[in-house]
C-alpha cells in the first residue's frame, strides 16, 4: 500500500526527515513513533499530498503521490493533528458536506455519515454545532471525516488526542477494527496504545528510522538482558555464592520478601534466558521455588532504550 524511497524534506537547509525508505503491505495497521520533531508529521504530510518533498519517491497503491495526486487523494482519509473544522456547522451538516466534497453522491454520502457517526460515537450529538463540542469529540468528527469515503489508506495524526481514558479504548477498538479491510498509518505519543493497537512499528528519530519491526520483536531484542525474578527458601550466603559464580549471571540483588523466602533480581549475561538454570538450581538443593519470572520489556522501554542521547543518564 505505501512505498517510500530515499523521502527526504528540507527547512532552510534542515533536514525534517532525511533519506527515509520502508514499506507498508495492504490491511496492516502500522504505528509511526519519535519524539517531537522527529518527522512524523512532515512523513505524514507528504504521504497524504498536503506537501511536497525535496527528494526521493513516495507511492500510495500504486500511484505516485506527486505525479498522480488526485488518484491518491482518493485512496486517503487523512485525519491532521489539529484538524480544521467548520465550526459554525452541525456535525451531521459538516460530515454531509465533506463527504460530497470528497465525491460521494448525495444517498451514499448519507448512508456513509449515518455509518461512521455510528462508528465513531457520534449518533447522539448530530444535530449539535461542533464549535459546542467538547475537544473529544472534535476529534471524534475528524476521524469520522477521516473514514468517511471508506478509502484504502487511512492517515491518523494524533487520533486520541484530548480524549478520557474511555473514548481512547473506544478509538482504539475501532481502529483495531480497520485492519485487514484498511491500511492504517497511526502517529501517536501514547505508546501503550501503539502496543495494543499496530501489527508494525516505525521508530523515528532527527528524522531517520532507528527500527522497524512488530512490536513484540522490538520487546524481544530489548529482552535479550532481560532481568529474572526468583523467591527461593534459601539461605541467603548459599544464594549469594551460588549466583557470584554461576557462569550465565552477571549481577545480583537479593533482598527479603514475604515469610522465609528472599527474592533474587538476577542479570544475566547477553543473550542468555537463566529460567531454566535457576529451577534446576533449586531443585537439585532441595529449596523451595515459589516465582521464576522474567520482566518483559514494553513498547516504551523500547523507544526510550533507541532515541535517548547516548551521555544522558539514569536518575
Known amino acids: 500500500m505505501i512505498e517510500v524511497e530515499g523521502l527526504t524534506k528540507r527547512y532552510a537547509g534542515h533536514a525534517a526527515i532525511d533519506n527515509l525508505s520502508f514499506t507498508v503491505a495492504r490491511g496492516q495497521i502500522v504505528g509511526l513513533l519519535g519524539p517531537n520533531g522527529a518527522g512524523k508529521s512532515t512523513t505524514m504530510r507528504i504521504l497524504s499530498g498536503f506537501m511536497p518533498a525535496t527528494s526521493g519517491t513516495a507511492r500510495i497503491a500504486g ?8 488518484e491518491v487523494r482518493q485512496r486517503i482519509g487523512y485525519m491532521p493533528e489539529n484538524n480544521p473544522m467548520y465550526t459554525d456547522m452541525r456535525v451531521r451538516e459538516y460530515l454531509r458536506y465533506r463527504a460530497r466534497l470528497k465525491g460521494l453522491g448525495w444517498s451514499r454520502s448519507r448512508a456513509r ?44 495524526d494524533e487520533p486520541t488526542l484530548g480524549l478520557d481514558p474511555n473514548q481512547i479504548r473506544a478509538v482504539r477498538q475501532l481502529i483495531k477494527s480497520l485492519g485487514g479491510q484498511h491500511t492504517v498509518l497511526i502517529s501517536t505519543h501514547i505508546l501503550p496504545e501503539v502496543e495494543m493497537t499496530c501489527d508494525h512499528v516505525l521508530i523515528l528519530h532527527e528524522g531517520r528510522i532507528l527500527a522497524s519491526d512488530a512490536p513484540e520483536k522490538l520487546q524481544d531484542r530489548l529482552n535479550a538482558r ?38 533474587c533480581t538476577l542479570t544475566p549475561i547477553p543473550g542468555e534466558d537463566i529460567r531454566i538454570a535457576i529451577f534446576e538450581a533449586a531443585q537439585q538443593r532441595g529449596w523451595k521455588l515459589r516465582e521464576l519470572s522474567r520482566t518483559r520489556p514494553t513498547l516504551e522501554d523500547v523507544f526510550v532504550n533507541l532515541t535517548r542521547p547516548v551521555d544522558e543518564e539514569d536518575f
Open 226 to 263: 532481560g532481568r529474572v525474578t526468583a523467591e527461593i527458601e534459601a539461605p541467603e550466603a548459599d544464594l549469594r555464592n551460588l549466583w557470584r559464580e554461576h557462569p550465565l549471571v552477571e549481577q545480583i540483588e537479593i533482598s527479603a520478601a514475604s515469610g522465609t523466602y528472599l527474592r
Open 63 to 70: 500511484f505516485d503521490v506527486f505525479h498522480q495526486s488526485r
Open 113 to 156: 455519515v449515518a455509518v461512521v457517526m455510528e462508528q465513531c460515537g457520534l449518533a447522539d450529538v448530530g444535530r449539535k454545532i461542533i464549535g459546542q463540542l467538547s475537544m473529544g469529540y472534535r476529534q471524534r468528527v475528524g476521524l469520522a471525516d477521516a473514514l468517511v469515503t471508506e478509502p484504502e489508506l487511512i492517515i491518523l
